[in-house]
C-alpha cells in the first residue's frame, strides 16, 4: 500500500489522560504500541487536541484556553479565551494545527459558554500563543471538527448546530491576512477529506444520503441515498452514520446503522464505495465495536479500538 496518509496530522489517541501517538505509516498491523506519549499540564481537561509532527509538542483546547505543552506536560504558552464561561455544559472548544506547525485554528463555542457573542474562529502563533487573526462567524455551536487540506494549507471547521444542523466553513491564512468562506448548507455534516485532497466527504444531517463534493468550491460529484444500499423502510429502518471516510483514494467507507421494526434490534454495517462512481462496491467486516470505531487512513488500512484505549490497525484480506 502506498503512503497517502503521509501529508496527515499524526495519528493519535488520548488514553490514560496522555495523548499517545501512532505510526501508521509503516507496515506494522493489530494493535499499535504509541511512538511517542505527550502529556498535558496537571488538571487540564481536554477538549480537543493536536500534535506537532516533530511530535515534541501538544496542543490542545480546554473549556476557557488553547495551551501548549512540552512532551512532559511542562506549559510553554496558555492563551485564554475571555471571559470566561458562564454555562459550563453544551460547548466543547476545539483546535487544529497547520501543515507547517505555525498556526493554531481555535473554535469557540463562545455563544453556548454564555459569553455574550456568537461564535468566532481564531488564527493564534502556534510558537507564542499570539492571536494573529480571526473570524466572527454566525452561528450557536456547540463544537467543532477540523480538517486540514493537505495541499494548500486551508482549513475547513464543521460546526454543529444540534437540531438545527451544521455549517461548513474554509479558511485560510496567508501573508497575515485570514479569508473566510461559507458553503452554503446548513444540512450537510462534514466528513473527510480525500487523499490528495481533491474532493470531501459530508453526510446530510438527517443522515438520508452522503455526497462527495469538488474541493474547493464544494460542487457535488455524486449522491448516495439510504435506498441506494437497499433498505427501503419496509422491514428495517436505516441511516447513513456521521463516521466513516477515506479509504483509500478511490473508495469510501460508510456506515449505516438502524433497527429492525419488527424485533427492535439495533445494528450497523460498514460498506465500500467507489469514491469516482458512487457506486456501492458491498459490505466488509471492519473489526469495529460499534457505529463509531471505524477510522479510514486513505491508504487501504484503518484503525479500530482495543480494550486498552490503543487502536488495531486492520487491513481487507489479500
Partial sequence: MSDTRAHRPPTTRLVGGAICVYDTTGPSFGELAPVAVLHPREGDELSSYAVGRDLTRAYYATLDSAVCTAADGTELWRS???????????????????PDGRHLWLYQPDAMAGRGRGDRW?????????????????????GGVHLVHPGSGEVLLDVGE?????????????????????YPWTDRCL?????????????DHGQGDLTVHAYPGGEAVFTVTVDDFGYDGEEC?????WTGGYLDPDTLAVVLCGEVE???????RSFRVD???????G?????????YDLHPLGDGSWLTTADSGHPVRRTLPA
Wanted: hydrophobic content about 30%; some cysteine; charged content about 25%.
Fill in 275 to 281: 469514491a469516482r462512481t458512487g457506486r456501492i462496491l
Fill in 283 to 291: 459490505a466488509f467486516d471492519s473489526g469495529a465495536e460499534d457505529s
Fill in 191 to 203: 466528513i473527510d477529506l480525500s487523499p490528495d485532497g481533491r474532493h470531501f466527504l459530508t453526510v
Fill in 80 to 98: 485564554d479565551i475571555e471571559p470566561k464561561w458562564s454555562d459550563h455544559y453544551g460547548h466543547r472548544p476545539s483546535c487544529g494545527l497547520s
Fill in 162 to 182: 444540534g437540531q438545527d444542523g451544521t455549517v461548513v466553513f474554509r479558511g485560510s491564512f496567508t501573508d497575515g491576512t485570514p479569508e473566510l468562506v461559507t
Fill in 262 to 268: 419488527e424485533s427492535g434490534e439495533e445494528w450497523f
Fill in 122 to 142: 481564531t488564527v493564534l502563533d502556534a510558537a507564542t500563543g499570539e492571536t494573529l487573526g480571526g473570524f466572527d462567524l454566525e452561528t450557536v455551536g456547540h
Fill in 237 to 241: 429502518e436505516a441511516v447513513v452514520e
